[in-house]
């Protein structure tokens, strides 16, 4: 990530708006936005692969549901926060992942500009490409600053998203399981 050009583009807005660069609140701001946005953005050149290749056998093929994986991510329309919790389903074929690497997927596809119903389809893709589990299921609910500090403002107000793949598909049977667990 370009730090340098961040500082410059956010000191180049800190003047459009009107507000003194130099002023000694704002001095230091465009480095720290440089900084953050290294941190918020830092999933753009990342693939879960490295974290989704360690895996464990397992002789059985039942459900894996890890709910409420907190995450933050940005709005690619306005740059604002959306945050909530993704909830993630899959039934392996053979092996499974340690658990904390379902979190860190989750932050991969997070930390970069998103649309909510992008990010629930890359978790659930990136299960079936590098773990080749039978199924994955994904759901996110969340809340978009875009759509309460601003614009319609409509605080409070949550977007839920859901995406099935392979045996999770055609099988509205197994959905409802997952949506029960999810609300338990
Ligand atoms: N589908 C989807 N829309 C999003 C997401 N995040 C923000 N948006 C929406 O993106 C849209 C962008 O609409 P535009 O009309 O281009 O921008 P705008 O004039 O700022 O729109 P308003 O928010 O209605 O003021 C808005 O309706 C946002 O609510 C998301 O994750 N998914
Ligand atoms: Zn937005």
């Known amino acids: 990530m370009d730090q340098e050009k961040i500082k410059t583009a956010i000191n180049m807005i800190i003047e459009a708006i009107g507000e003194d660069p130099n002023r000694e609140g ?4 465009p480095d720290r936005i440089a900084r953050m946005y290294n941190e918020i953005f830092s999933g753009i050149n990342e693939t879960p692969e490295k974290h989704l290749s360690k ?3 397992v002789k059985n093929d039942d459900i894996v549901i890890e709910k ?10 306005h740059f604002l926060p959306f945050f909530g919790k993704a909830h993630i389903a899959y039934i392996p074929d053979g092996k499974v992942v ?5 979190a860190r997927t989750v932050e991969v596809f997070a930390k970069r500009p998103q649309l909510q119903e992008r990010l629930t389809s890359q978790i659930a893709d990136s299960l079936m490409e590098y773990l ?3 199924g994955s299921m994904v759901v996110i609910e969340a809340e978009h600053l875009c759509m309460s500090m601003r614009g319609v403002k409509k605080w409070g107000s949550k977007t839920t998203t859901l995406v099935t793949r392979g045996v999770f ?3 509205p049977s197994l959905q409802q399981q997952v949506l029960n667990m999810i609300s338990m």
């Open 26 to 29: 704002l001095i230091e701001t």
């Open 55 to 57: 895996v464990f056998k």
């Open 68 to 77: 409420d994986i907190q995450f933050y991510s940005m709005c690619e329309h």
């Open 98 to 102: 340690g658990l904390s690497k379902l």
């Open 132 to 134: 080749n589990c039978k």
């Open 169 to 171: 598909k055609d099988d």
